[in-house]
């Protein structure tokens, strides 16, 4: 996976895929470009709260200029808000999900995610993003041994009315008002669910189950 939206297009529209952030905001960018909008990718950082600056780049995010107004339009922060919210310090709702966005008093803009979600943050800064930084960042986190996409199974699906992640063997029904998790049990389960529920025929999937499962004890031992 690249930073580059003509891969990106060949995987999300002809190959009818999924993707993340550099992929997803990374083809609507283009298209809002190519039908005449003034579109500018900024380089954000999910969960810098707690990483620091580290985090800088492992989320591309759009700024779009609307009748001179600047507007966020993000679709690859997986269960963020899916419509475009003003650049400006304000809660909002999306399909009744609770928002916030605010200033830091870095400079830094700071989105806080709705509370069943999975980053609770990502911040940004309203300036034209590093792209060297990007490309780092996209080989870093599907690549590294330490980080998250690495470690961690995650697949998330926006329909009508609910929201579903599934990190691990753990799924997530959610809606506005609750959440219930519930653990699957077998490779075969893993599979199903992920054909029934995200559209995704991965028959495959299932030699990642010994380490779901591993990784799964690890996260528990350590919450515990």
């Not at 580059?4 to 999300?12: E, G, H």
């Not at 034209?128 to 930084?133: S, Y």
């Not at 080989?139 to 961690?152: D, K, Y």
């Not at 929201?163 to 077998?186: C, H, K, Y």
Request: glycine share 10%.
């Amino acid at each position: 996976m690249t930073i580059d939206p003509a891969a990106a297009y060949a995987k999300l529209v002809e190959r009818r895929r999924g993707g993340w952030c550099y992929e997803m905001n990374g083809v609507l960018g283009w298209a809002l470009g190519e039908i005449g909008f003034d579109v500018m990718r900024m380089a954000g950082g999910a969960m810098r709260a707690v990483r620091g600056d580290i985090a800088i780049g492992n989320h591309l995010a759009l700024k779009v200029i609307i009748e001179g107004q600047p507007w966020i339009a993000d679709v690859g922060f997986g269960d963020g808000s899916l419509e475009p919210y003003p650049l400006q310090a304000a809660s909002f709702e999306c399909d009744g999900y609770p928002f916030r966005l605010e200033l830091q008093d870095d400079g830094y803009w700071r989105l806080h995610n709705h509370p069943f979600g999975g980053a609770p943050n990502f911040d940004f800064q309203d300036a034209p993003a590093d792209e060297a930084r990007l490309a780092e960042r996209c080989e870093f986190l599907q690549t590294a041994p330490e980080s998250n996409f690495v470690l961690t199974a995650v697949v998330q699906r926006h329909r009508a009315g609910e929201l579903l992640i599934m990190r691990g063997r753990v799924l997530r029904t959610a809606n506005p008002t609750s959440a219930q998790d519930r653990l699957i049990s077998s490779a075969d389960e893993y599979v199903a669910v992920l054909k029934q529920d995200f559209a995704l025929d991965l028959p495959e999937a299932a030699g990642l189950w010994p380490k779901i499962l591993a990784r799964h004890e690890v996260v528990m031992n350590s919450a515990g």
